[in-house]
């Protein structure tokens, strides 16, 4: 068995052995499935070139290339699909944006080999020696490859989006899966333009393309024992093109590898073209792994700093750098967020943790990670006190504290929440955020590149860059409260007109029921009459309790109470929840400090926008009834303790929000997406859960339904 033959027997075996990893690993998500199902036809394709090139008759080989046509136009519809949904949070919100070429990918080129089953390998030119051949190829094959070619520059676009928006261990994570596919697309560049541009296909491409998916699948397997495959959660931008230099470059890509093969003909001739290429492909290889590593980018500064005079940092650079992508920023979780990206380019770090101060709940709540694994125990939140510890352990409060010699009563907590994912990453470092004598937060960063520690010179950019943060996170803040007073301004404007209306409505309608009785001539007119109008004035003065509520300060009378017992009762008078399946999973807990008639207001609200949304996901059950797969529109309403807290979950499988709509409008007023909504419905609920000194958070993705949870404060025993 000759070197061509193997390496594509051996690109076969290592495409499908990644199939397989794929396959067990768990959970399952859009990209895992679509690396599947590439990685298998990939596979099947290299062993049928392989096949073909070891055919020791022509009929044998043009049989093995019509074979390998059918796994080639899977390719390029599940790798598209996989670039959009790799390592991204928002994936549905591109998958929806790209629905056409999506299915265009997925069906011309199948639809190409079902109508033309080989009609481009009639003929073929061949000698006595197996592997040497080359064969025409008419439109039906121009127009496969041309397909490839195409996709093969969005799925490296789309790679490149994700691999931009990524920081700290994401990036370490998913680099060498972008690698790889960027190898092995871009290959497929090259090949299938050959093809084009010859209208021929012969076996020196073949072998390219095997060489092509060895290293490639070296490659993703470096990236799968890093991951395990679990997925990564990235927010590149929708913005079509954006800033993308994949597309400028694939021109000039063609027009170098194409010179670079003449090249080597001239040279070795054509019998020398696979080893050749083989090592060109290891050159390149290589040459893209030093250009992405972050241990030789950092040598290199070290280098040109130590023999040329010159400061380790560029601060005009990083000022600028950091100035650009904070300057547009309205939220305080993007600001930390991309505060967190810019430390961790500057600094070579892999972990930058923020957490901001939360003066409602008096704890540090964590705003931005570059982590997916955010902390060890999967802990959201840090008490308060850590702070004034800090501060007060320390007497110059502004400078960067190492972690690891710091006392354990302050620091042990937050070595915890930022644990030491590297055996050789250096010392951690901890950053008080204070602006003024406030305190604002903390920066902890840790697990530099290489293990480099601090110098003097780090350590005071990253004080200047903590006191920039705070500063830029309570100018949020203010912005935050002044916004707000605005909007509860014009809030209160606008419903005071609306109150006296419904007052006046109130009064009509209440008079029209007083007056009612000298209609019961009629009987099935009274009835329908006073059903009528005993709906229409509890809702209208349902509406006057909200919007009274709303332009006043929360004031509640909280009593133990069992909250089971609200939930019950809540549901008892929610009505119109025909169709829908009610779950209740209630267990037993202690007494809560409650306001019932409040916290009842609470249950209506969520359960009647998860009727909504179920409504809105197109749901159409038979009957209601338990839920199977998923196909029953259905509530489920689940209570348990944890620890010192009482929590409450309400889900729905209905149609789901988006992070932008969850995170910008879901809990403010006047913000809605129901026609007759006004918008005041979350805002109310978050206003009485707070005021119970609890707390509630929301998971939703587009399609796949909703959860509210709620923790309350259990009745000091």
Known sequence: MNFPILISYVAGGLALALAVAAAISRPRNPAQWTFLIGMIALGIEALCQAASLGALSLPEMLALQKMSAWPLAIVPGSWLVFSLSFARGNQYQFLLRW???????????LGIVALQPGSWVTDATWTSQAGHWAFPVNWAGKALHAIVVVSAVLIITNLEWTYRASVGTSRWKIKYAVMGLALLFGVRIYSSSQVILYSANHAQLIVFNTLALVFACVLLGVWAQRSRLHHVDLYPSTAVLHKSLTVLLTGAYLIVVGLLARLITAWGGADTFSLQALVILAALVGLTMLSMSDRVRQATRQFISRHFQRPVHDYRAVWSTFTRRTATVLEKQLYARAAA???????????????LTDPVHRRLSLAASTTSEATAVDATSLPEEIVSRFVGANPDASRPVDLEYAPSEWSQPLKDAHPALFAKGGHRYCVPLVFGDEPVGL???????????????????????????????????????????KELEAFQAMSAFLVHDLKNTASALGLTLRNLPAHFANPAFREDALRTLGKSVGRVNELIERLTALRQKMEISPAPTDLNQVITSAL?????????AVVRNLQPLPLVPLDARQFESVITNLVLNARDAVAAANHHPATAGPVVNGATAAIRIATARDNQWATLAISDNGCGMSPEFI???LFRPFKTTKKAGLGIGMFHVKTIIEAHRGRIAVESEPGRGTTFRIWLPLAAT
């Open 341 to 355: 990206k810019v430390i961790s380019e500057t600094f070579e770090l892999l972990s930058v943790t923020v957490w």
């Open 663 to 665: 995170a910008q409008s």
């Open 99 to 109: 629905r056409p070429a999506i299915v265009a990918s997925v069906l011309i080129p």
């Open 443 to 485: 920066l902890i960063v840790g697990d530099r590149v290489n293990g480099q520690p601090f110098s003097g010179e780090d350590l005071e950019l990253l004080k200047c860059l903590g006191d920039q943060i705070a500063a830029g996170a309570r100018n949020l803040t203010l912005s935050e409260r002044l916004v707000a007073a």
């Open 572 to 580: 008892a008078s929610t009505t119109d929840l025909a169709g829908v």
